[in-house]
């Protein structure tokens, strides 16, 4: 646990150092086993960014169905992003792209000024920070070969409400890719690193990405 933590102080030290003024850093990771008791990553890693002087606007709870099963606790339905900005009000956000359906569309004001109005926003509501997206299983269109490959849905919530159109997305351990496919389909930028050469294979094959690697 201890080599766990210096190694990811490391990486997010370097994020910080290249992380623009009105950027997001956005830290995804799970639950940690030791002989049979939950460690919560995000507890253990959030002194991290905070001597950074790194501001937690969001704790978003990632929820889906299915998994490990367990047989004696409840199996793990859900990771968690921890969503960083530097102490400033002045960090990019975008609501409005990531907006869902409202519950109730056709709502309107009773009474008051505002009677036979719309009291719900058009373009729908707020997702919240609990986020219930599919994790990509053997028979989703998108998977490939890596152990560990996030939705495309999840990411592409986090680069447009996070980032506008030709900023860059970093990635530390861009996998199969994920990240960076979320960044170039809405007009993004992307650069990472990975240390296993055939992921990169991965996701040039896949989704035909023009990736250079140095």
Request: hydrophobic share 35%.
């Amino acid at each position: 646990m201890q080599d766990y933590i210096q190694f990811q102080e490391q990486v997010i030290r370097e994020c910080a150092r290249v992380l623009s003024d009105t950027g997001s850093i956005c830290w995804e990771v799970g639950n940690y086993v030791d002989n049979g008791a939950i460690i919560p990553l995000d507890i253990v890693l959030y002194p991290i960014f905070n001597s950074l002087d790194l501001l937690m606007r969001n704790r978003i709870i990632w929820s889906f169905e299915h998994g490990l099963h367990c047989s004696n606790r409840f199996s793990g339905r859900y990771e968690t992003i921890l969503w960083f900005t530097r102490k400033t009000n002045k960090y990019v956000f975008n609501l409005d792209p990531v907006r869902i359906p409202q519950k109730y569309p056709g709502k309107k004001y009773f009474k008051g000024s505002k009677a036979g109005q719309y009291s719900c926003n058009p373009l729908g509501k707020n997702p919240g920070d609990v986020w219930d997206i599919p994790n990509v299983k053997n028979n989703h269109v998108e998977k490939t070969d890596h152990p560990c490959q996030f939705p495309v849905e999840l990411v592409e919530r986090l680069v447009l409400s996070m980032s506008n159109k030709t900023d860059w997305v970093l990635d530390p351990f861009i996998g199969s890719g994920t990240s960076i496919i979320a960044a170039i389909r809405h007009g993004r930028r992307g650069a990472g690193a990975e240390i296993e050469a055939k992921y990169i294979d991965i996701a040039k094959g896949a989704f035909r990405l023009p990736l250079t690697a140095h």
